[in-house]
């Protein structure tokens, strides 16, 4: 624990501590430069790993939040007066702003789309720039005086201070956001966006929210770089400058603050590397031995496809004859920045921190931080009555796709506390009819009522918000967040603190209790030994447990377990039908889909069948099992068959 | 004579804005098999116009050129594919969007290195003349563009509608397992894909380039305005994209008119954002189901 | 014509098939039956090169073909008609077909007077699918679709078929005529192997069965002798 601290604690301290004192030790102008981009850089990076490296989106609008930012303090300080303070706030603000604008519609897309609409709207504030010539002087440039701070005037030493005291802000301030439901929504919404909104966390809020934050931060960060130039043009602020910002976060590692902060390191230094020719042929070849090493690496261990081995080291290998030939390296420094981007996102995904962290991590032998103990589960899921009121009912549902009536007109009512099972052959439309219920489809025609009103349609998010939960036949965990995390995500009515205060780490009695809250529900299915594993790395049939458990966080009324057993072993399905018992103990109303007809007879108080999309047959287990017209659906029809499988199936 | 002139300028900029459609055609033509585009279609653009001049340098006859500077951006595109987009597919990874533009990147300092940075002229044989059409003047050179842009989209929807191969590609977009299925080869079908929208890209800078001059950045403008389009009409829209390349062409030649040229590029972005917010699927684009 | 041995696959860290071995004689129709979750789908696609197995050998007449992409082990004489019917929505009947043919018809032109005669022997069997030859595929019924998902595979000629439950998610009418198709099949001597969930007309139409659970082959014999195994009604109801 302490040892965990000290060491991560301390060295961002140290770090922060060495860059403050180097303009106290060497007296340079050209390296209080370097030090002022580079803290400029690291807001600015932190800020699109935000979008890039957390939410998993390709944002191609960094650059022209920076410039929006520097335009609006240099245009505060001009029109205005604003003291330096009033115009980084304002160039926040701006970024802010405009985030949110573009948000709003950018992020109802996907990946290319998404890509798309940010690099129309980078071209869009660059075109305004240019052309709004009264406001901006257009492509003549804008000069920036540097204004006083709380009627101090800073000296460069000065000003860099401020720049490395507000980088340590905003680092503090999205470690702790990061750290926190925010953080974890912003992962899993990348995992499964799907999963997420069932799970009751807006994928689309949080996303909007995410990429405003990390335009407020470019915003920021174009206030100090306009008060560090004090001369700006719209063209800096082009595709140019977005392709090395990427190169910044590629390079250094995505989902991660050190990474941030090593991509600003390089790309700060990188142009000075550059013009040095024996600098550069240095850096080549160590590329070059790098990306050798590791291709030969993967292809001997079979770890990596050729490609991805081979193609790195081609392109360092023309960027080590490029170094050797080419005069001057300026005139292709976008091609050098290429290779080395190419060879970086084929061959080293995870970036130079990626790939140190599990080096450091094993190094120092650093202990993940301690589990709370769980809280009581009366406290976590309470009792809920089993007075057999009608809890949902769906009257006449039908979903067709094209042709296909994949629900065809299904009544049927779940009382409160009864495990309601929902059995049919292959495609008889068991599982469209829970994704209408979820709001993964619109009905094509029909009701559905919970607890007498009606329930939202077409919105996961929306139905879940109503006290329904589910899961889903093929898995839909958020994979890289640990079995705690992905139920944490989940949780209902505990997460209050609002963004600021979380900003100031002031939710972490919150965190703590969510933690406790989620060890319970750990336990209640038997995973708290697998608390801290990876989703992914959990057995099939854990992650299975895991789902349901994920599921409880939401404290649903009603359950819907889409096909548990699926694919599970022997023993898991024992395990299984236990959990389900403990959870009905708790009075929660459960619809459970389950082509084990021993599961089924175990637990459900209520049989519905289906087939082709119709209620075929209704009752107890042993009621519908009898059912000639079920077991001509199960075995299908021989002329004898339904009276020879009758007795098999009752007995 | 005031509308005439509003006409005019309209007519002008839709002959543009096919240019537009054509680019945005190629998109189409990629994320149909495979989700994926080149986010560097424009170097591509770019190269094979320089590629044709040339072609015309070393005194090749413009009907030669126009072939050589297609099979040339057949080059590009497959290598597009095989260097940025066929791994992260693989992978069902979205790192193609981050390679594509490293490699249009490449293209570009390429280009500013081997053609020099300047705007150079592009000869053509076709006569760039007005001729009067119902008091309208069109110049047989803006007619050639609109001419070749539906030629060559015809004939690769004639393609795809009447040979085997080209049903095939329809059937991977459909459902790339099942083709796998009958035969048919995901990541061949993917490569053709690429080829041809490099094809399609090739033409689409030989066309232009008369009209706009030809240097490294003569696509930079001209690819934000097929993205445009692209997303505007809808990545699945099939013809669609030619409606909205001529309103949208229509539309900035008239911004500009209005506004001052600076502007021009204004309308198709706004449009663009615009129509990400109401349909995100584009115009004329399906929307998809979401599936578990 | 078909051997599996020793067959391991799954998806990502879970592994669903520990060592599946079957075998499936020219001319014969092989039923593979179980509980849902039993793994007969991955089977299916593990052999026709869908899912990559992890371990094991799939010969297709004799050569291994485990290693190869999907398409090219259809081109080898695999038609595998996939679990959910997957015909070309967008495309029409016709086109459907021709494509089922892909791997031995020219690719630009003339293809459809080679393939004429077979497309007659399609529509022959499936007349429904003659009258409907110009329409969109994904507006047909899924008994149609699924006579089209069989017609499709028939044309490619091939040396195996395999059939993933075809009678899935259809009215019990549409499920008769489905195996009355399947008998036909067989009748003409199709090599095939039949996934189905409906056990008893399964076993009626197979000459061997292999019964599945958990991820391998629990029972297999001849139908008579599974119709009396008790074993086989419990691996399917559980």
């Not at chain 1, 890509?115 to 406001?135: I, K």
């Not at chain 1, 979820?438 to 109503?466: C, E, I």
Request: net charge neutral.
């Amino acid at each position: 624990m302490w040892k965990r601290l000290l060491l991560i604690r301390g060295a961002e301290l140290a770090v922060l501590a060495l860059l403050g004192a180097i303009p106290l030790l060497v007296d340079n102008s050209y390296v209080l430069g370097l030090l002022t981009l580079l803290a400029i850089y690291g807001i600015l990076l932190i800020g699109l790993d935000v979008t890039v490296g957390y939410l998993g989106q390709v944002n191609l609008a960094q650059a022209a939040f920076l410039g929006l930012g520097a335009y609006a303090a240099g245009l505060g300080v001009a029109h205005f007066d604003f003291g330096m303070l009033a115009a980084l706030a304002m160039a926040l603000g701006v970024g802010l702003l405009f985030g949110t604008l573009l948000a709003f519609p950018a992020l109802r897309l996907e990946g290319p789309q998404f890509a798309l609409a940010t690099l129309s709207f980078s071209a869009l504030s660059a075109t305004t720039l240019n052309e709004w010539e009264g406001l901006t002087l257009g492509a003549q440039g804008l000069q920036v005086s540097r204004p006083p701070v709380l009627g101090m005037t800073l000296d460069a030493p000065g000003f860099f201070w401020l720049c490395l005291l507000l980088l340590a802000l905003v680092w503090l301030a999205m470690r702790n956001l990061l750290s926190s439901q925010w953080g974890r929504a912003f992962e899993a919404l990348r995992d499964s966006p799907i999963a997420t909104d069932a799970m009751g966390v807006g994928t689309y809020r949080h996303k909007v929210a995410g990429f405003a934050l990390a335009s407020a931060l470019g915003g920021l960060a174009g206030g100090l770089y306009a008060f560090n130039f004090q001369y700006l043009q719209p063209q800096s602020f082009g595709y140019d400058l977005m392709v090395i910002l990427l190169l910044g976060v590629v390079l250094g590692g995505r989902k991660s603050l050190w990474g941030a902060l090593v991509g600003a390191t390089l790309i700060a230094l990188l142009p000075n590397l550059l013009s040095n020719r024996e600098l550069f042929q240095a850096i080549s070849a160590v590329g070059l031995l790098v990306a050798a090493v590791a291709g030969a690496r993967g292809l001997l261990r079979k770890t990596t496809r050729p490609f991805q081995a081979l193609a790195p080291i081609v392109a360092m290998g023309i960027l080590m004859a490029g170094s050797l030939i080419v005069e001057n390296t300026e005139d292709w420094r976008k091609a050098i920045f290429a290779l080395m981007l190419f060879a970086v996102v084929v061959g080293l995904p995870e970036g130079l921190m990626g790939f140190a962290a599990h080096f450091l991590t094993k190094l120092f032998r650093i202990a993940p931080p301690p589990l709370p103990a769980a809280a009581a589960l009366d406290v976590v899921l309470p009792r809920q009555a089993a007075d057999g009121s009608a809890l949902l009912e769906l009257r006449d549902l039908k979903r067709y796709f094209g042709g296909v009536k994949a629900v065809d007109g299904v009544s049927l009512t779940v009382r409160a506390g009864e495990i309601h099972g929902l059995i049919g052959p292959n495609g008889s439309g068991k599982s469209t009819a829970v994704n209408v219920i979820s709001g993964l489809y619109v009905p094509t025609g029909g009701d559905m009522l919970l607890r007498g009103k009606a329930l939202p349609v077409g919105s996961l998010f929306k139905v879940a918000r109503t006290g329904v939960a589910r899961t889903f036949q093929n898995l839909q965990l958020f994979s890289d967040l640990s079995a705690v995390d992905n139920v944490m995500v989940a949780l209902r009515g505990v997460y209050r603190t609002p963004i600021p205060l979380v900003l100031l780490g002031l939710a972490m009695g919150e965190e703590q209790r969510a933690r406790a809250a989620a060890l319970a529900l750990l336990e209640l299915v038997g995973l708290q030994a697998q608390a801290r594993t990876r989703a992914r790395d959990l057995t099939y049939g854990d992650q299975r447990f895991l789902e349901i458990a994920r599921a409880l966080a939401r404290r649903p009324e009603l359950l819907i377990l889409d096909e548990p057993a699926a694919g599970l072993a022997h023993p898991d399905v024992n395990k299984l039908i236990e959990i389900i018992k403990r959870i009905h103990e708790r009075g929660i109303s459960i619809i459970l889909i389950e082509h084990h007809m021993d599961v089924i007879s175990e637990l459900c108080s209520v049989v519905t069948v289906l087939d082709g999309g119709r209620i075929i047959a209704a009752g107890t287990a042993d009621e519908v099992k009898r059912n000639p017209k079920v077991i001509e659906a199960y075995l299908g029809m021989t002329d004898d068959s339904a009276g020879a499988a009758a007795p098999a199936l009752a007995g | 004579m005031y509308t005439l002139l509003i006409v005019q300028l309209a007519v002008s900029g839709a002959l543009m804005g096919m240019v537009y459609a054509l680019i945005a055609y190629g998109f189409q033509l990629t994320f149909a098999t495979s989700k994926s585009i080149n986010f560097g279609q424009g170097e591509l653009v770019m190269l094979s116009a320089l590629f044709s001049l040339t072609l015309i340098d070393t005194g090749l006859p413009y009907w030669l050129v126009v072939p050589g500077g297609m099979l040339f951006g057949v080059v590009l595109g497959l290598f597009v594919e095989r260097a940025g987009v066929r791994l992260a597919l693989e992978q069902k990874s979205e790192g193609w969007i981050l390679l594509t533009i490293i490699l249009g990147l490449l293209g570009f300092s390429a280009a500013e290195n081997i053609w020099g940075r300047d705007d150079r002229p592009f000869p053509t044989p076709i006569p760039s003349d007005p001729v009067h059409i119902f008091g309208i003047d069109v110049t047989p050179l803006e007619l050639s563009v609109a001419i070749g842009v539906l030629a060559v989209m015809g004939l690769v929807e004639l393609f795809k509608r009447k040979t085997l191969l080209g049903k095939a590609f329809e059937a991977v977009s459909a459902d790339r397992d099942a083709a796998q299925l009958m035969g048919i080869s995901a990541t061949r079908t993917i490569q053709l894909s690429y080829g041809l929208s490099g094809l399609v890209a090739a033409l689409a800078g030989i066309l232009v380039a008369p009209i706009t001059t030809v240097g490294p950045t003569m696509a930079s403008v001209l690819i934000l305005k097929a993205f445009s389009v692209a997303v505007v009409a809808g990545l699945d829209s099939g013809f669609g994209v030619v409606l909205i390349g001529l309103f949208l062409g229509a539309l900035e030649s008239l911004t500009s008119f209005y506004l001052g040229s600076g502007w021009r590029e204004a309308p198709g972005l706004v449009l663009l954002i615009l129509a990400l917010a109401v349909r995100p699927n584009g115009v004329f684009g399906k929307a998809s189901i979401r599936k578990v | 014509m078909l051997t599996i041995d020793n067959l391991h696959a799954g998806y990502g860290t879970s592994e669903v098939l520990v060592g599946v071995s079957l075998e499936v004689k020219a001319g014969s129709v092989v039923a593979l039956i179980g509980a849902n979750g039993a793994g007969k789908t991955t089977t299916m696609r593990a052999i026709s090169g869908m899912l990559r197995p992890n371990e094991g050998r799939v010969l297709l007449d004799g050569k291994p073909v485990q290693q190869f992409d999907a398409s090219r082990i259809a081109r080898l004489g695999l038609a595998h008609s996939p679990e959910g019917r997957k015909v070309f929505g967008p495309l029409t009947v016709e086109d459907n077909l021709l494509l089922g043919a892909f791997g031995r018809l020219p690719r630009f032109f003339g293809f459809r007077t080679r393939a004429a005669a077979d497309l007659a022997g399609v529509y022959e069997l499936f007349p429904r699918l003659q009258e409907r030859r110009l329409q969109a595929a994904g507006t047909l019924s899924g008994g149609e679709q699924q006579m089209l998902a069989i017609g499709r595979a028939l044309m490619a000629k091939p040396k195996v078929m395999l059939l993933d439950e075809p009678s899935m998610g259809l009215a019990p009418v549409i499920v008769q005529e489905v195996f009355n198709t399947i008998r036909r099949l067989k009748e003409a001597g199709i090599t095939l192997l039949l996934v189905e969930q409906f056990a008893k007309s399964a076993l009626e139409v197979a000459d061997y069965a292999y019964v599945m659970d958990r991820g391998r082959i629990a029972i297999e014999g001849t139908p008579a002798h599974l119709a009396e195994d008790e074993r086989v009604l419990a691996a399917y109801l559980g």
